[in-house]
């Protein structure tokens, strides 16, 4: 069974860097497509970062620029790279995978905190 199981986040100062992970433990990584998305309290998920199995990246315009997302196949891993954070990030950042199937599996969330 896939489980995504996410690393990285916590606190940074607004201007710093922060790389994300999410490891899909249990899957071949063969997924449809993958990506990032965060949520605050109040509001809906958003997605960030979108990449798909062709390499394919979407970006919401709000961290264009700023943010990367990518991929590791050996490691079964995607990542979220993240610059010139700004207080608006600060949100519960989700990893989600989907398959060819249409299965999507989701990380369990981390907190992204961009305070002075």
């Known amino acids: 069974q896939v489980q995504p199981v996410q690393s990285g986040g916590g606190l940074v100062q607004p201007g710093g860097s922060l790389r994300l992970s999410c490891e899909a433990s249990g899957s071949n990584f063969s997924f449809n497509s993958m990506g990032w998305y965060r949520q605050v309290p109040g509001k809906q998920r958003e997605l960030v970062a979108g990449?798909?199995?062709?390499?394919?990246?979407t970006y919401a315009d709000s961290v264009k620029g700023r943010f990367t997302i990518s991929r590791d196949n050996a490691k079964s891993t995607v990542y979220l790279q993240m610059d010139s954070l700004k207080s608006e990030d600060t949100a519960v950042y989700y990893c989600?995978?989907?398959?060819?199937?249409?299965?999507?599996?989701w990380g369990q969330g981390t907190q992204v905190t961009v305070s002075s």
């Open positions: 989600a995978f989907y398959s060819r199937s249409g299965a999507d599996y």
């Open positions: 990449l798909t199995r062709n390499g394919d990246t």
